[in-house]
């Protein structure tokens, strides 16, 4: 049996919160609340397959979750994130667009449209070739100084680590994405999000 697609909704409002989840369950998803941006942030850990994020809420708003989406190691950085708001300017779509936004809902929410641009968001991250390995932070962290064309042992300076270290890090992560070189390893990590370059 095929896993359900687990859906991170943050919102702070009750009313719209069980409208996401009864129309969302109906349609096949797990759901995952949150009631405001600190919490939401927390069940990152929960591992969800696409976050709906309002943007006004109380203690962080929907601009700071996604920040925190964006700024985070490992696959979580490639979630989809959508925004359901009344806000409609200009400035907040661009804000939203610089930060990784993927798409915004506009409320009152349209859920036929909504469950159709979720479904199309999922079907779009299915649809590369998934991420079937894990990295470690420190070899995230080794391999992001590669990208910044750092020798191992500039690498092993700046981890504090031996150079030793450093290399056993980087041939790890060549070994995991099947490349015969850091370089190739470091530029398949930045394309599929698992580093900055």
């Not at 989809?80 to 990784?100: D, K, M, N």
């Not at 469950?115 to 070739?129: G, K, M, N, P, Y």
């Not at 390995?133 to 995230?140: G, P, Q, S, V, W």
Request: charged share 30%; glycine share 6%.
């Amino acid at each position: 049996m095929k896993a359900r697609s687990k859906i991170l909704c943050i919102e702070d409002d009750p009313a719209t919160v069980e409208l996401l989840v009864e129309v969302l369950e109906d349609e096949g998803f797990e759901t995952i609340v949150a009631a405001d941006g600190i919490e939401g942030v927390r069940k990152f850990a929960e591992r969800p397959d696409l976050i709906l994020c309002d943007v006004d809420m109380p203690h962080m708003s929907g601009f700071g979750v996604l920040g925190e989406l964006r700024r985070s190691a490992g696959k979580l950085r490639t979630v989809p994130f959508l925004f359901i708001t009344a806000y409609g300017s200009r400035e907040s779509h661009l804000q939203a667009r610089r930060l990784g936004c993927d798409d915004f809902i506009a409320k009152p929410l349209d859920f036929e449209l909504l469950v159709e641009i979720v479904r199309s968001r999922l079907t779009q991250r299915t649809d590369h070739a998934p991420i079937d390995f894990a990295l470690t932070d420190r070899e995230i962290e080794a391999l992001t100084w590669v990208a910044k064309g750092k020798s191992s042992a500039d690498i092993a300076v700046l981890m504090k680590v031996s150079e030793r270290t450093v290399n056993f890090h980087v041939n790890n992560v060549i070994r995991k994405l099947r490349v015969a070189t850091r370089l190739q390893a470091a530029i398949r990590c930045a394309i599929l999000g698992l580093i900055e370059a």
